[in-house]
């Protein structure tokens, strides 16, 4: 059964940066997509990116297109999302989630995640 879990949120000014990381199993990291996921308060939880294990990475939020970068290193079983330019409102909670890669595009579909992390927060002040 795949595991993953989040770490390295904080409070930070806006304009800082913050690098989150999501260890995983070396099983779930072979063979899982990874994502990253967020929800601020009182909204619903939205598809940040994702990495597959190929390292070919896509971002879904356009609002962090540019702002934040998914990595993945393979040696140490873990995801990363730097993000840089933080503004309030990417205040929310991350998370990282894990999903049999399916092949073709649907490593590209915020849809399918069964392994989810317990979430990290990251709160941007203005």
């Known amino acids: 059964q795949a595991q993953v879990s989040e770490s390295g949120g904080g409070v930070v000014q806006a304009g800082g940066s913050l690098r989150l990381s999501c260890a995983a199993s070396s099983h779930t990291f072979s063979s899982y997509v990874m994502g990253w996921f967020r929800q601020a308060p009182g909204k619903e939880r939205v598809f940040v990116g994702a990495?597959?294990?190929?390292?070919?990475?896509?971002y879904s939020l356009e609002s962090v297109k540019g702002r934040f970068t998914i990595s993945r290193d393979s040696a140490e079983n873990t995801m990363y999302l730097e993000m840089n330019s933080l503004k309030p409102e990417d205040t929310a909670v991350y998370f990282c989630?894990?999903?049999?890669?399916?092949?073709?595009?649907?490593?590209?579909?915020?849809?399918?995640?069964?392994?989810w992390g317990q979430g990290t927060q990251v709160t941007v002040s203005s």
């Open positions: 990495a597959r294990r190929s390292g070919v990475y896509t």
């Open positions: 989630a894990a999903k049999l890669d399916a092949g073709g595009s649907s490593w590209l579909r915020s849809y399918g995640y069964s392994y």
